[in-house]
């Protein structure tokens, strides 16, 4: 870390070097949360920290700015924790391993958590900024915001005065969001019996995807390991025999899977006809996915003759009945804005146990009865096989604002210092925009942010030149507020 001493603005790589220490992944935000509150005691700032760990930091205004209209900085402190089949990091206990790599920095195995680790980096420096004018600040860091956007629902912003929010937690320079898709999290759990069965086991291991972002690549055509893995054992049961033992895949339910593995017991003398039906299987998808899944790969390890308990034929079924009907990807385009995708799923997490099989996928939609039908889709699939559904983290979408100042404003100020138009546009993933414009009546938001590639994947890097003029715009903007 001490490498990044040197890359500008010093004081925000400072800053997200500091709390990348520190493990904060969703649920376990307390740390982050105690660090921040410190922050704010030895800068002598008021500021506010509840129970769902969320903190709000107040910055009053500099001299000759005390008119000017107070400003929300918002963003949140948890991260996706993803990481590679061979990295051994504990994401409870120890901090991320960083590293500059020509104009990107990232995290060795691991997810960098840029997304959102940058909003606190660029608060944080505002804040510790004594140089920079700007209005009265209201800097809020929530918890839990990959995961149904946990800590924004929790809060209280009763104390707030402003009425302008700058979200902090987009990932495309000079690309400005006004409005997103609103989402939650679908649980289905179907009941499964087991017997004792004899055969030669079987690992097998899908692995190689991209995976990504489950609402800004949803589009990108990339293959979901646990959509797949079904696929996969679909093709093969309707050729030979076989029992499950076990079944794995995903580990977020807004990350796309890139990975999914089995364990399954085969009769005697069938593990070649196995492997030639699933080099069959995997020569389909690695044609399908060719253009957008180039590392996709198919690992088969056989073992030895063995005891195990596997799915009785019915579960069996359920399990593969679900995995062939569940609806994941894209379902609906918009027809207002050209290119943007209006409602989707992703079959996030997938978990085989004693009991039962074990579900989770996200729910997008800019569409609030679209979105219900689809979850109601999702429930008629799970009670149809005598599963139990529920839902989690459902927040609103954030709706349009045609009279918005701070985004004329914000492309005034953007002009001014890079002489090109900034772009506009929605966005198909959640933001906390909508639960604040719900929670402060009048509220006029935008959302910006530096360049933030492959976010939610171990390959996950941030743009170091692009942080740099994303933070001079910031601070820009906040002066532009006299």
């Known amino acids: 870390m001490n ?7 010093k004081n925000v790589f400072r800053y997200f070097a500091e709390i990348s220490r520190i493990p904060r992944g969703s649920y376990h935000t307390k740390a982050i949360s105690d660090y921040l509150a410190a922050f704010a005691r030895e800068h002598g700032l008021e500021y506010y920290q509840d129970e ?3 903190v709000i930091l107040i910055k009053e205004a500099s001299v000759g700015y005390e008119a000017a209209e107070p400003v929300i900085l918002q963003g949140h402190m948890d991260m996706v924790c993803e990481k590679e089949a061979d990295c051994e990091i504990d994401f409870e206990k120890e901090g991320l391993a960083l590293y500059a790599d020509g104009d990107f920095l990232k995290a060795r195995g691991t997810t ?7 909003a606190v980096a660029y608060a944080l420096a505002v804040l510790d900024d004594a140089s920079l004018c700007h209005p009265r600040l209201e800097v809020v860091l929530t918890s839990d915001e990959e995961v149904g956007l946990l800590g924004a629902k929790a809060i209280d912003v009763s104390m707030l ?4 929010l700058l979200n902090l937690d987009s990932e495309e320079e000079g690309h400005f969001l006004t409005s997103c898709a609103g989402g939650l999290t679908a649980r289905a759990e179907i009941p499964v019996a087991y017997h004792s069965a004899e055969g030669i086991g079987v690992t097998v291991r899908l692995y190689g995807l991209l995976g990504g972002h489950s609402g800004s690549e949803i589009d990108k055509e990339h293959a979901n390991a646990v959509i797949e893995m079904g696929r996969l054992l679909k093709y093969i049961e309707q050729r ?3 029992g499950v033992a076990s079944l794995k895949g995903g580990q977020k339910d807004n990350a796309i899977p890139r990975e999914s593995s089995a364990l399954l017991l085969l009769p005697e003398d069938c593990t070649e006809e196995f492997r030639t039906l699933a080099a069959e299987i995997t020569e389909t ?6 253009g957008t899944e180039p590392e996709l790969s198919l690992e088969i390890s056989v073992l030895d003759q063995m005891t195990a308990e596997v799915l009785t034929p ?9 995995l062939s009907n569940v609806p994941n990807g894209v379902m609906h385009r918009s027809t207002h804005i050209k290119g943007l995708v209006e409602t989707s799923l992703n079959a996030g997490i997938m ?10 996928s996200s729910v997008r939609s800019s569409v609030g009865s679209r979105r219900q039908a689809l979850s109601d889709r999702l429930s008629y699939l799970t009670e149809f096989l005598g599963g139990t559904f529920w839902v989690e983290g459902a927040y609103p979408a954030w709706e349009y604002r045609a009279d918005s100042k701070i985004r004329t404003l914000a492309s005034e100020v953007y002009q001014r210092l890079f002489l090109k138009e900034p772009v506009f546009e929605a966005i198909h993933a959640g933001l906390e925009c909508g639960l604040f414009c719900d929670k402060i009546e009048g509220l006029d938001a935008i959302s910006f942010g530096p360049d933030i590639f492959d976010v939610h994947t171990p390959k996950e890097r941030l743009s170091i030149s692009s942080t740099e003029r994303t933070y001079r715009f910031l601070t820009e903007l906040l002066r532009s507020m006299k």
């Open 285 to 290: 998808l690695q044609k399908e996915y060719a």
């Open 351 to 360: 978990e085989l146990r004693k009991d039962a099989f074990f579900i989770t």
């Open 161 to 164: 005065k402003g009425r302008i």
């Open 3 to 9: 490498r990044l001493e040197h890359i500008q603005p």
């Open 112 to 118: 960098l958590g840029a997304d959102d680790g940058i």
């Open 314 to 322: 019915s579960s069996m079924q359920k399990v593969l009945f679900y």
């Open 52 to 54: 769902a760990d969320n």
């Open 240 to 242: 030979m025999p076989f």
